[in-house]
T-cell receptor, first 114, second 113 residues
Framework: GEDVEQSLFLSVREGDSSVINCTYT??????LYWYKQEPGAGLQLLTY?????DMKQDQRLTVLLNKKDKHLSLRIADTQTGDSAIYFC??????????????FGTGTRLLVSP | DAGVIQSPRHEVTEMGQEVTLRCKPI?????LFWYRQTMMRGLELLIY????????DSGMPEDRFSAKMPNASFSTLKIQPSEPRDSAVYFC???????????FGQGTRLTVV
């Protein structure tokens, strides 16, 4: 299957940490990604993690990968109002032609209140 | 580079009309993707191209949908005839490879009345 699942909504206060969770289905996914979509805009790559890694840190962002449970999370430290957006988890899966394609989750809408 | 450019940004059309969405990928990118985003179904991959050749069109919902890439700098997504359920935001994206970052355009918001 190609389902990538996320919770739909998360609300936090400014300065708190946010944790967005994702479960994916393809155990052979080589890369897993987090994209951010601001209102009226397309998606922008935030960060990614290679499947042989457990964790990746990039400034305020921490990505954790549990391959056994096919679980990916994105932690945003010191969340700011500017972080309010929709966050998409995505996995790369192999198609029959030998190419890879990105399958996106449903997106989690993060709302940061002052 | 100006990024992935889509046109128009907004399109309102009547049911039954033909709609053509346009995309200019980033120069040098070998892959081009068309996605559709709706509240109900999220972000769906419709079709993607590698070096102008369609690789996987299994996400194209019906024969009313067609996509072409006549050259490396231009692609179209056509819906004929359009229906109200086609109303969505359609995104085009391009990348250097399937493992590399996909750059998205700003999308075309299509409303079919």
């Amino acid at each position: 299957g190609e389902d990538v699942e996320q919770s739909l909504f998360l609300s936090v206060r400014e300065g708190d940490s946010s944790v967005i969770n994702c479960t994916y289905t393809d155990s052979s996914s080589t890369y897993l990604y987090w994209y951010k979509q601001e209102p009226g805009a397309g998606l922008q790559l935030l960060t990614y993690i290679f499947s042989n890694m457990d964790m990746k840190q990039d400034q305020r962002l921490t990505v954790l990968l549990n391959k056994k449970d096919k679980h990916l999370s994105l932690r945003i430290a010191d969340t700011q109002t500017g972080d309010s957006a929709i966050y998409f988890c995505a996995e790369s899966i192999r198609v029959n032609t030998g190419f890879q394609k990105l399958v996106f989750g449903t997106g989690t809408r993060l709302l940061v209140s002052p | 580079d100006a990024g992935v450019i889509q046109s128009p940004r907004h399109e309102v059309t009547e049911m039954g009309q033909e709609v053509t969405l346009r995309c200019k990928p980033i120069s040098g990118h070998d892959y081009l993707f068309w996605y559709r985003q709706t509240m109900m179904r999220g972000l769906e991959l419709l079709i993607y191209f590698n070096n102008n050749v369609p690789i996987d069109d299994s996400g194209m919902p019906e024969d009313r949908f067609s996509a072409k890439m006549p050259n490396a700098s231009f692609s179209t997504l056509k819906i004929q005839p359009s229906e109200p359920r086609d109303s969505a935001v359609y995104f085009c994206a391009s990348s250097l490879g399937t493992y590399t970052e996909a750059f998205f355009g700003q999308g075309t918001r299509l409303t079919v009345v």
